[in-house]
């Protein structure tokens, strides 16, 4: 699994094999908004999907410890901090204080 640079030239994250459906995710940094923030990579129904490591209720990690972010089913993220929970496939939030507008 790859990731871009700052000049777009890929870089490698890690090996696919450690991305589990449902389990721990693989933490990597990226240029956003022209600040360095923390994103992850998860693998979720065989298909790996990355994410800025970002509440959409209040900028902060979700992580509720470091580089886990689904629930005990493994069907959603979740942010440790508000309770929010997300879509893994789509990062889409279905319910908790970042679903209230």
Excluded: K
């Excluded at 959409?56 to 979700?62: C, K, P, Q, S």
């Excluded at 069907?75 to 204080?97: F, K, N, S, V």
């Amino acid at each position: 699994m790859t990731a871009p640079d700052d000049e777009g030239e890929a870089v490698p994250l890690c090996n696919s094999r450690e991305l589990v459906d449902g389990g721990l995710a693989v933490p990597f940094d990226v240029l956003y908004a022209g600040q360095t923030c923390r994103a992850f990579a998860i693998r979720y129904q065989g298909q790996v999907h990355a994410y800025l490591n970002r509440c959409t209720h209040v900028a902060m990690e979700m992580d509720w410890q470091p580089n886990r972010f689904f629930d005990d089913t493994g069907r959603w993220l979740l942010c440790g901090t508000h309770g929010a929970a997300y879509q893994p496939d789509t990062g889409a939030c279905a319910g908790g204080r970042a679903a209230v507008p």
